[in-house]
């Protein structure tokens, strides 16, 4: 039967599958004759049945399964060249489609038909007994890893890999060699889904008597660096990586398996322990840096810009159906040089009948913004389960080298770029999974940095947990763990150490809680700024320590010192040696327990103190009697005490120039108000204020809240909670979304921009919560729930009413729109603006009479006293210009006669740059307001035409 030729003749063929039929010249043999006949049927049956073709059914192929063992390997020869052949016909259609993305071509569908059709017969028949020769199997081989087209994936790889090891020759021949290069690439690549095909890529190396690859995916800073570490390693060694390596791309459960612990403690001893950490030390921190081979292409960026700058420009005119949405983007981002592209695009026959007579705004810069890609910022798949598996054996070796490390990692990993949110989430995770397998002090240690530094919900509750393990590992509470797990990095006194290096000598010393200072002196006991060339040369390893501790500490500062701040709810006491080891001689925690007030409580008797001129003393300079056998310490609060005695507390530090790391003596007291009292179950003192909502939802993590960012989609949110297990209470600060303009009150990702702040509320720890739509609408129970009744305030404790009420108050006061002074500008409407002018130079809250008090002693010491006085909310300063209302809330600014807002922005970094003395740390906007009185003071000098247009109005 001539199937070929009657099927021809009877013109229900296409011009491709006529070219397909005729690909290989019929040169008489019975093979290249069997493959026209079974496209033959296949073209026969599809046309006839409408149905898709199997070629397991095919009468052909059951002909040839009848067939010797000969035969049916001619078959499969002339198979190899056929799909050889048509790939050649493949890439000129692929060449001819491109001009035309949006057709779908009837012509292309029979080709992948057809090309389906060949590859099932070919894998028909590699499962059956053939004799095929070496330039066969390379044919195939090569064919698949040339991977023109998606056919070639069609076919089950392992027979075709028995195939190879059977007729490839021995040794390797040069022209087999970059063949099977390439293909023990795939099959590299095709391993992460099928670990068996792992087996073959390493025989096919074996074979050719290459190096182990090492399957790291390069183009990231990190990863690069450990190509280069490995490659440099024995044989030996590099084998011990690469297998590795290899265990951890396979790395992808929440935590190791013994199994894999096994595998790794094997791996580490072999490279040796020591390698290992200085190789993860060297690596960790370049995953912070962005990639050294950008992900997308400059078109594609361009492209990118170019789409976005559209949708921007003409928002609210797209109103258009996503197809033609869609084409008109295709239009753009199809173009070589698509920035460019977009000066025509008005003019495209698509953009007109989408726009009519409306045509869209393209009125662009001359060139897209620089390079900056969100996907630079992020870690591939592969190399995140690598660096998973490598923070777990860090676990596994105990050492302060690598459980600094792994926050280094973590720190990296927890970091959010913009629209993707943490980078890489599981790779963190596994730092702290690594840190609680490590456990011990230094762990310990490394994770109270973590829970300072990472905000992220679900990092919290994985710290927590670690911490819980160490301590249940250990056999010591918790919270005494923290304590005493508190590194020292080599301070040897309290906040200081002095390093001889040779003549000359180099002091580390703790200057506040954020700030660790490096001193070199010479051999004449001064400061130098710099050491001589062959000091540096002869203490090279001893500097990079004093380097490394130094950025350790600053680190290590900022948690112990939010750690202290947390002591006022827990009311823990310390007897007086623990106290003394923990906390006031400890070498880091001591620079800032020195600098606190504590209560010494001897035989019923408190006296409260403060180091000063080596010992504590009381208010009026007095040593406080200490009795190692009796005393007991707790931390200072200013609740309940007189008010004369918290003044001369103030006076005291202030005088002595002793800056606390938080307010302690300066912290305000909240006590119930009679509104609130009126309220009974809550508080309406920080309600109807605007705040930012992602400033909000940091301040939230930074204070120990639970929140969740608001989205504009539809459902619920619990509101902003803190749970205080102590006194088995729950604080709840119940906010709102504000505003309905998707685009205007959220960002693009519907985020909303801004809350609305209501009522603080009390509940006992684990009553049931209520919630509200993310549109707003009041707080309720869940379905068939009914809701708890909140806690009197009266009945809450004094301490913890006044701490919670002084964490709403710093995010009305930070996160407030009052606080931005270019905001009321920006086009707002009538009752946002009324909120901004609310906060911007309304009533003084509590933080703001506290710096008003300040204030009153620091300004009479500045040169600019004599132009400064108070008036009721604000510090007014006379310039030689005009006279300036600093308002001592927001910081804001009114300018007389006629009251007129002075919009002053400044810069980042700069509110600290007074250079006076503060009596705590941690307000910014006190600095901002003497800065702002210094520059106001001399406003005839001011240059900065911003500002000199405003006051010369």
């Known amino acids: 039967m001539d199937w070929v030729h009657d099927l021809i003749a009877s013109g229900n063929t296409t011009p491709l599958q006529r070219e397909a039929l005729s690909l290989v010249p019929d040169n008489g043999s019975g093979e290249i004759s069997t493959i026209r006949q079974l496209l033959a049927e296949q073209i026969t049956v599809n046309t006839k049945k409408r149905s898709s073709f199997r070629c397991e059914e095919s009468v052909v192929i059951k002909r040839v399964l009848e067939l010797d063992t000969e035969s049916r390997s001619r078959v499969v020869d002339a198979l190899s060249i056929w799909l050889q052949a048509l790939e050649v016909r493949a890439a000129c259609c692929l060449e001819w489609l491109g001009h035309k993305p949006f057709i779908r071509h009837e012509e292309w569908d029979h080709h992948w038909s057809m090309c389906h059709v060949c590859v099932d017969a070919l894998e028909i028949l590699l499962g059956t007994e053939l004799e095929l020769h070496g330039q066969t199997v390379l044919r195939l081989v090569k064919w698949y890893t040339e991977e023109k087209s998606e056919c070639s994936g069609w076919l089950s790889v392992i027979p075709l890999v028995e195939w190879l090891y059977r007729v490839c020759p021995k040794p390797v021949p040069e022209n087999w060699t970059s063949v099977l290069i390439s293909f023990e690439q795939i099959l590299s690549v095709l391993s992460d889904r099928n670990r068996d095909l792992l087996i073959h890529s390493k025989r096919l190396l074996d074979m050719m008597e290459l190096p182990p690859r090492i399957r790291l995916d390069d183009g990231e800073a990190w990863s690069d660096c450990a190509m280069s570490d490995i490659r440099k390693s024995s044989p030996a060694i590099l084998t011990i990586w690469a297998e590795f390596i290899e265990s951890c791309r396979w790395a992808d459960a929440a935590s190791p398996s013994a199994k894999w612990k096994k595998t790794a403690v094997a791996a580490v001893d072999s490279i040796g322990e020591k390698d290992f950490a200085q190789c993860v030390s060297r690596w960790f921190p370049l995953t912070n840096q962005p990639r050294t081979v950008h992900v997308l292409s400059e078109r594609e960026w361009a492209s990118r810009c170019a789409v976005e700058e559209l949708r921007r420009l003409n928002e609210g005119r797209l109103h258009l159906p996503y197809e033609s949405w869609y084409e008109i983007v295709k239009e753009v981002t199809g173009a070589e040089r698509p920035w460019d592209e977009l000066i025509h695009f008005p003019l495209l026959e698509s953009v007109r009948s989408a726009f009519g007579a409306n045509p869209p705004n393209v009125e662009l810069p001359p060139a897209p913004p620089p390079y900056d890609a969100p996907e630079d910022k992020l870690i591939s798949e592969p190399n995140m389960n690598i660096l998973r598996g490598l923070a777990w054996a860090c676990g596994l070796f105990p050492s302060p080298e690598l459980a600094r490390a792994l926050t280094t990692l973590a720190l990296s990993a927890y970091r959010k770029v913009p629209g993707k949110g943490p980078r890489a989430v599981r790779v963190g995770n596994a730092c702290i999974t690594g840190l609680a397998m490590m456990g011990g002090l230094d762990a310990v240690g490394q994770l109270a940095v973590l829970k300072v530094k990472v905000k992220f919900g679900t990092a919290q509750i994985a710290i927590e947990k670690a911490l819980k393990a160490c301590a249940e590992k250990s056999g010591i509470p918790r919270d005494e763990l923290e304590e005493m797990s508190v590194p020292a990095y080599g301070l ?31 051999a004449d006991g001064k400061e130098r700024k710099a050491l001589p060339a062959a000091v540096k040369e002869q203490f090279r390893e001893e500097l990079k320590e004093l380097s490394a501790a130094k950025k350790d500490i600053e680190k290590m500062l900022p948690a112990q010192a939010e750690r202290l701040d947390a002591l006022f709810l827990a009311q823990k006491t310390w007897a007086i040696e623990a106290w003394l080891e923990r906390y006031a001689e400890h070498p880091l925690v001591g620079a800032l327990a020195r600098r606190l007030i504590w209560n010494f409580s001897t035989g019923g008797i408190t006296t409260a103190g403060v180091w000063f001129d080596g010992k504590f003393v009381d208010r009026s300079g007095v040593p406080v009697p200490l009795d190692a056998s009796q005393t007991r310490v707790s931390l200072w609060h200013p609740l309940g005490e007189p008010a004369d005695t918290v003044l001369a507390w103030r006076v005291f530090l202030e005088e002595r120039r002793i800056r606390q790391p938080f307010k302690q003596a300066h912290r305000e007291i909240y006590l119930l108000t009679p509104a609130e009292a009126a309220t009974v179950t809550y508080s309406n003192r920080f309600a109807a204020h605007l705040l930012r909502q992602h400033q909000f939802n940091s301040l939230c993590a930074t204070r120990g809240w639970k929140n969740k960012l608001r989205l504009m989609v539809d459902d619920s949110y619990p509101p902003p909670t803190r749970r205080l297990p102590q006194g088995g209470l729950r604080a709840e600060f119940w906010i709102e979304s504000a505003g309905d303009d998707f685009g205007t009150d959220t960002n ?168 006076l003395f503060l009596p705590f740390e941690g307000d910014g906007v006190l600095s901002l307001i003497i800065s702002k009185a210094l520059l106001l003071a001399a406003d005839d000098k001011i240059t900065d035409p911003s500002i000199t247009r405003q006051i010369r109005a």
């Open 492 to 522: 040897t006194e309290v906040g200081s150490l002095v390093e001889p290096l040779g003549e000359c000598s180099a002091e580390l010393r703790i200057v506040d809680s954020r700030e660790v200072a490096l001193i070199f002196r010479g």
């Open 748 to 915: 693009e990702s519907g985020v909303y921009l801004h809350v609305a702040t209501d009522q603080v509320r009390f509940y006992p720890l684990e009553a049931a919560q209520v919630s509200t739509h993310a549109s707003g609408g009041g707080y309720t129970p869940g379905w068939q729930e009914t809701a708890a009744e909140p806690l009197r305030l009266v009945d809450v404790p004094a301490m913890v009413f006044s701490e919670i009420m002084r964490d709403v108050d710093l995010f009305v006061g930070v996160a407030s729109v009052g606080n931005d002074p270019a905001w009321a500008d920006g086009g707002r409407r009538e009752a946002e603006r009324g909120a901004w002018g609310h906060f911007a130079f309304g009533d003084l809250s509590a933080t703001a009479k506290t710096r008003r008090d300040v204030l009153e002693r620091l300004v009479p010491k500045l040169k600019i006293a004599a132009l400064c006085s108070f008036e009721e909310k604000f510090l007014v300063v006379r310039g030689k210009l005009r006279t300036y209302k600093i308002h001592l809330g927001s910081g804001n600014i009114l300018m007389s006669p006629n009251d007129q807002y002075l919009c002053i922005v400044p810069s980042r970094g700069k509110a600290d740059s007074t250079g």
